[in-house]
């Protein structure tokens, strides 16, 4: 698309989707001369504080819906990771001969150094926050964005550039994806999600699997060998031009990974191979909770091994690292009752993965958007830890359809209703847990929100 960003001068670009995106995007492009148009559904009043960050930028507006008029004039077309690819709008301009592209594909162009490029259904924000850390404490310059909340973008407007560069991935952002083209791909896990997005689980695989689109002899992909999905992936022939690393929680499988490279869990140690040694670091004072932490956890020694971490600094951060916020987040302790917020836990496959991490005596808090997804897989989980089930939200009689006959259920109104009653049911050793499996929009503007205010609620107890 573009060898230099001194190609970006005087091109007619329109970017769709005044996020964080979107504000980046247009920041970057009119810096090197770019003639852009921001287009958005949202109106003028709605986007007032991502207008007042562009400022006096000498932007062209189209707030409220999309014409196919301001397509037509365009010489490229960036879209925001949150704008579904399929609208009609799109296939007309393509059928018109206008290039359409996503922010990762466009941003990805201009960087030069190496990408580690993160996916996977859940543990993605975890990983990178790992990998971050083991690289910073061995004095390597470390940048990462993307998924989490800091578009790509913003990496080109810095000028001081880092060694490697981080990149959480989602399925979104992959759909548009032709040329990008990784050093390193960690691939967790893969589960059913974002179905009210996508018409199948295949067609959610398929963006998934185009991670592996410009892999070569030199990419080095990191996968999960307990993932039997994501094992199926690693047959593709695309997968096997380059090297692999397998991590596993399995300790029969360790004479076949330390053979060709990897890491696996014994216990309470994690033995890692990337070069001609295995080497042996304990967990034992890991303070995340869950299994799958100890996947995380391998996967991101992996890559920080690959680019100079050293063995004193990756085992001072599993020393260490609490975890991020708002993935089973210890909030307090009140009468005898422990309090967890899981609200990142956006599908099932997250909640299966919160209700592993304990044994029994939980008050499940959970619901929100209903996706589409199919909660039949927590029946087991449910009926054997979950004393009682709090639903709440769009999604509250999806679930109990599925699995509200394994638990004493209840179906509330509001948010904060739901939590009280939860406190209410508890007992001294029991634990409330939100993990709602569905995204937070039926009631709030982001899972953080959602997080903010369960802790806000628990704090006021007494």
Not at 107 to 121: C, Y
Not at 384 to 398: C, N
Not at 434 to 461: A, H, N, Q, T
Request: proline share 4%.
């Amino acid at each position: 698309m573009f060898t230099d960003v001194s190609e970006l001068k005087d091109k007619k670009i329109l970017v769709v989707g005044l996020g964080k995106t979107g504000v980046s995007l247009a920041h970057f492009l009119t810096e090197h001369g770019a003639l852009v148009t921001v287009t958005d559904h949202k109106s003028k009043p709605e986007l007032a504080a991502q207008l007042e960050l562009l400022g006096p930028l000498p932007i062209k507006f189209e707030l409220g819906g999309h014409s196919p008029k301001i397509f037509m004039q365009q010489d490229l077309v960036i879209l925001s990771p949150g704008i579904p690819t399929h609208l009609k709008i799109f296939d007309y301009a393509r059928s018109q001969g206008i290039k359409i592209t996503g922010e990762l594909e466009f941003a990805s162009q201009f960087v030069k150094e190496p990408m580690i490029a993160l996916t996977g259904t859940n543990g993605k924000t975890t990983v990178c926050a790992l990998i971050e850390g083991m690289l910073k404490a061995s004095g390597v310059e470390v940048w990462s964005g993307g998924a989490n909340g800091v578009p790509l973008t913003e990496y080109l407007r810095l000028e001081k550039k880092a060694k490697v560069v981080i990149v959480e991935v989602s399925s979104y952002m992959l759909e548009t994806a032709e040329t990008f083209g990784p050093s390193n791909i960690v691939f967790m896990n893969l589960a059913e999600n974002h179905l009210d997005r996508y018409r199948s689980m295949e067609d959610y695989v398929n963006a998934k699997r185009r991670i592996f689109r410009n892999t070569t002899q030199a990419t080095t992909s990191i996968l999960n060998a307990d993932d039997n999905a994501v094992v199926e992936l690693a047959r593709d022939p695309a997968v096997q031009r380059g090297r692999i690393f397998y991590f596993s929680r399995k300790p029969a499988l360790e004479p076949q990974i330390m053979n060709i490279g990897g890491a696996v869990n014994i216990g309470k140690e994690i033995r890692v191979r990337t070069g001609p040694e295995i080497e042996y670091f304990k967990i034992d004072k890991m303070k995340m909770l869950g299994k799958h932490s100890i996947e995380n956890l391998m996967s991101s020694m992996l890559v920080a091994r690959e680019y100079g971490a050293t063995h004193d600094a990756i085992q001072s951060v599993i020393d260490t690292f609490n975890g991020l916020p708002h993935r089973l987040e210890y909030v307090r302790k009140v009468g005898g009752v422990l309090f967890y917020n899981d609200s990142k836990a956006t599908n099932v496959h997250a909640m299966l993965r919160a209700l592993d991490s304990f044994d029994e005596g939980i008050i499940l808090i959970a619901g929100g958007k209903d996706t589409n997804l199919s909660f039949e897989a927590l029946r087991n989980p449910v009926k054997r830890k979950v004393k009682t089930l709090i639903l709440v939200g769009e999604a509250k009689e999806r679930i109990n359809r599925d699995v509200g006959d394994f638990s004493e259920t209840f179906l509330i109104g509001t948010f904060e209703e739901a939590v009280l009653i939860a406190y209410q049911k508890s007992r001294i050793g029991d634990i409330v847990l939100l993990s709602p499996g569905c995204p937070s929009f039926d009631m709030f503007d982001s899972y953080e929100e959602r997080g903010d205010y369960f802790k806000e609620i628990i704090r006021k107890f007494k």
